[in-house]
């Protein structure tokens, strides 16, 4: 069973450009979770997405990001306009049940966004 | 509100030493709590959980925790240290008010393991 997927491992993009990122849950994982890491810093929540729906979106920044988690293929965490301050390492996660608290959630390589 | 302190941002020790990674939680609720190591550039790996069952967790290569509910604690030790124990540690509370299970992350401990 092939753990969590994140692709791009890397990506660099220049300001006002768009980044997408994506994941490909655990086999059998339906909840997906979207975490960002700011250098020296632990990851914060940003949103928590089951197929077809957003669960919770309450640390995501109300603009320019966007998540979606569709019936077929990977979730996609998308970034628009991209500025410096989103440089940052955007780990996913995805568990086996239904977001409850004692769920484990495992943990994709991350994807390292560099915004020159 | 759910929060957790890693009481210390760095801690070094000899190879063959103890380990101790310090840890308070703050809950309103039951908690779940977990560590997390991160090698360098990469992913998240679990290590041990607490669940509400036995107070004393084991976790993988050697590492444990006790959940202190008196104390809200739950620091993370191991007998020995390996060389390829260096890594970054997060402390973890899953958010309990509501059933979405997201993670709280702690800021992290590095851990150094001199030879």
């Known amino acids: 069973n092939a753990g969590v997927m994140q692709n791009p491992r890397h990506l660099v993009r220049r300001r006002g450009q768009e980044a997408r990122l994506r994941c490909s849950p655990m086999k059998g994982h339906s909840h997906v979770y979207w975490y960002r890491q700011l250098p020296e810093e632990g990851l914060k929540f940003m949103v928590y997405l089951q197929k077809e729906n957003i669960i919770d979106e309450s640390g995501m920044p109300k603009e320019r990001f966007s998540a979606e988690f569709p019936k077929e293929g990977p979730s996609i965490l998308r970034i628009q306009q991209v500025v410096r301050g989103d440089s940052a390492a955007y780990f996913c996660a995805s568990s086996p049940l239904a977001g409850g608290r004692e769920d484990t959630q495992y943990f994709g390589p991350g994807t390292r966004l560099t915004v020159l | 509100a759910q929060s957790v302190t890693q009481l210390d941002s760095h801690v070094s020790v000899s190879e063959g030493t103890p380990v101790l990674l310090r840890c308070n939680y703050s809950?309103?609720?039951?908690?779940?709590l977990f560590w997390y190591v991160q090698h360098p550039n990469k992913g998240l790996q679990l290590l041990l959980k607490?669940?509400?069952?036995?107070?004393l967790v084991k976790g993988i290569n050697g590492f444990e925790a006790e959940f202190k509910k008196s104390e809200t604690s739950f620091h993370l030790t191991k007998p020995s240290a390996h060389m390829s124990d260096a890594a970054e540690y997060f402390c973890?509370?899953?958010?309990?008010?509501?059933?979405?299970?997201?993670?709280?992350f702690g800021q992290g401990t590095t851990l150094q393991v001199k030879p």
């Open positions: 607490y669940t509400s069952a036995a107070t």
């Open positions: 809950s309103s609720y039951s908690p779940s």
């Open positions: 973890v509370v899953s958010e309990g008010s509501s059933n979405t299970g997201k993670l709280i």
